[in-house]
């Protein structure tokens, strides 16, 4: 689809490039956020407070007495068509995660529904490199994908009222990790002693939009010894 630009009020404007998930409109949404982030710092942008990358879009917020929204769309222009969409700052990350001893509640449920056996769930999520789309739903929370078509399932139809902290889940073609204690819709096939918000420290969410994620196998014991020793 052609660039769609949107007025949220008076306040910020989004720009969206897909009207779906997408790899390459991510990577084009992380390259501008990062531009305009280097123009900010560089106290280029004049009017402009932050950009908010999401899977698709970007959503700009300006402050409203200095900028129009046409202001916004003249100043944002040479930014919106980067010609280098990789990102240089990127991480990787490696995460234990526990699939056994009643930490993956809905494992057998996902197999079953997904034509698979248990330990065939647990090597197909394990053995992927996850894009981290964007944050959002929950401080720390990060959208991971694309999900191996083998486990791409809808969210289950009962939502449960607590999620525990750490919950490995899938849904649709995404997995996620739960940061804290929630409600949650997701089905859960794991969860990891790792935290991923803590606002003691001087960034609190670990993960970042363009980070790549990966997971592998331990045993419970080595989840309650990890999990002990504070992730």
Known sequence: MNMRV???GDRAVTFEFADHISVQANLRVLAIHAL???ALGQGKLDGIIETVPTFRSITVHY??????PDDVEKMMAPY?????????DVKEWEFPCCYEGGYGEDLNEVAQC???SPQE????HSSQQFEVFMLGFLPGFGFLGQLDERLVLPRRKEPRIVVP???VAIADKLSAVYPSQSPGGWHLIGRTPVEFFDLTKERPALLQAGDK?????ISRAEFELLEAEGG
């Open 6 to 8: 949107l007025y949220l």
């Open 36 to 38: 305009v982030g280097e």
């Open 63 to 68: 402050d409203p007495l200095r900028l129009y």
């Open 80 to 88: 919106l068509s980067p010609s280098d969409l990789q990102r240089r």
């Open 114 to 116: 997904c034509s698979l």
């Open 121 to 124: 769930v647990i090597d197909i």
């Open 165 to 167: 902290k750490g919950a």
């Open 213 to 217: 994620v990966r997971f592998y196998p």
